[in-house]
């Protein structure tokens, strides 16, 4: 194996063990110096091909981020912080104009906030005001945060409810299209969409009056789920239940986004628009921002009903807009390399799919792609360990990646990266799985 653990970096995560509360940190012992393009660093001076950009907040490559840093640069020098949310200043409004050229026409209200959990928890408190309702719905697999508010929808992993007791108001949840692992044991599209026959028939039937429900949230790609792709027809039929109910839908755009799958909003994808959108992660380059993005006939709200303190920092927005300003003047050429190079890292993962007994399902859109191992295909028992070896074999030999799901991976390349770099990380992911598949 290439990379070795030196001493210095056993001691750092020992420090991080006693010092630090437990967040997310699992078994891979990367101690982070550099990166944010096709490649990171350790203190050590390793080098890895990162699969992972750094959860899907590198999705530009070292151009972007070069601009993003001239950006920051350029305006700490002038004002950190203008207490937007108090005070009025012209930046945040001048980039908020041209997100708005992303967005579908009627898009005209944006709340600027730290975080995905935070941007979620924005549009909690707008689907509330908006809509004078109390219920919430959401999806099984689903994750839109670990705050209170945000926690009330996430329903991805046990653990990450466990202990809070109340959330946030009544909310409904039911299985999403999770088609390799149907819970009513059918397959698409021969099972008529019965996750929707279910929702309309339990949660909006015995459970609440769908004129109680304020807001559909959804994650056109379900993230931490599992990186799980529903079939088009499932998110028109959200659009269709929403609409007919005069209840909300909202695209929780946090990993999905920010053309992860070729194009800026995931929902695009299932040719649907949302009614309120939520953005993070890429949308700064590694500088914390998040976006909850409305459409203009919802009105507005009451003065002192939603602030905070840091939202529309300028240093934020400068990022965000340097970003955005590469996106836009690259925007062609990123649209047609992601699709070229999701196809071929597709392509690899279906033969892989086709000769290794511990990959089940392999899916996803653009460059957002997760592979799910099992014990073996006929019982496709989750593989939770040999999805871990996976990634550790794939670490200790210079590539970077992290899990999803019960026993998923994600596959997610800053989206720039160069033809060769994805090959060479395709082929370490394919070596490792090798390994693993041949040592039970």
């Known amino acids: 194996m290439a990379v070795k653990i030196s001493k210095r970096i056993k001691d750092i995560l020992a420090k991080d063990s006693k010092l630090m509360i437990n967040t997310t940190k699992d078994k891979v012992p990367f101690v982070a110096a550099r990166g944010g393009g096709d490649f990171a660093w350790d203190i050590d001076g390793n080098k890895f091909i990162d699969f992972s950009s750094f959860i899907s907040v590198y999705n530009l490559g ?29 930046k945040p409004l001048q980039f908020a104009e041209k997100l708005m050229t992303m967005f579908p026409k009627g898009f005209g209200r944006t709340f600027f906030s730290n975080s995905g959990t935070e941007a979620n928890e924005g549009a ?118 929403a609409d007919e109910h005069g209840i909300l839908l909202i695209s929780d755009e946090v990993q999905a986004g920010f053309m992860r799958t070729g194009k800026f909003l995931a929902m695009d994808n299932f040719g649907v628009e949302a009614d309120i959108y939520t953005m993070a992660k890429a949308f700064a380059g590694g500088v914390p921002i998040g976006a909850t993005v409305a459409r203009n006939s919802l009105g507005n709200i009451p003065k002192g009903a939603l602030s905070n303190t840091f939202g529309g920092n300028l240093v934020a927005i400068a990022a965000a807009n340097a970003s955005l300003d590469y996106i836009k003047k690259n925007e062609s050429n990123l649209k047609s390399g992601i699709s070229r190079k999701g196809k071929y890292i597709m392509t690899r993962l279906k033969d892989m799919l086709e000769r290794y007994e511990i990959i089940g399902d392999v899916r996803g859109i653009g460059m957002m792609i997760g592979v799910e191992f099992v014990k073996d295909k006929k019982s496709k028992k989750p593989a939770q360990e040999e999805r871990d070896k996976v990634i550790e074999t794939a670490f200790y030999n210079n590539l970077l990646m992290l899990p999803c799901g019960e026993s998923s991976l994600r596959v997610i390349p800053t989206l720039t990266m160069a033809d060769k770099n994805i090959e060479e990380g395709m082929d370490i992911l394919e070596n490792a799985i090798k390994k693993v598949n041949g040592s039970r």
């Open 124 to 241: 909690l408190k707008l689907a509330r005001l908006y809509s004078k309702r109390q219920y919430m719905f959401s999806f099984y697999g689903g994750f839109h945060g670990r705050t209170i508010g945000s926690l009330s929808l996430t329903v991805s992993k046990h653990r990450q409810r466990e202990g809070f007791g109340d959330m946030f108001g009544p909310t409904l949840h039911a299985p999403y299209a999770y088609c390799y692992r149907c819970p009513f044991k059918l397959e698409y599209p021969s099972c008529g969409l019965a996750c929707v026959d279910y929702i309309k028939k339990y949660p909006l039937s015995k459970e609440a009056n769908p004129k109680d429900v304020a807001a559909i949230f959804m994650e056109p790609i379900q993230g931490e789920g599992g990186y799980v792709v529903p079939p088009k027809e499932f998110v028109v039929e959200m659009r269709k239940i």
């Open 62 to 90: 070292d151009e972007a981020n070069k601009k993003i840093q001239e950006a920051i640069t350029t305006q700490s020098k002038e004002l950190i912080h203008a207490a937007f949310t108090d005070y009025y200043s012209e």
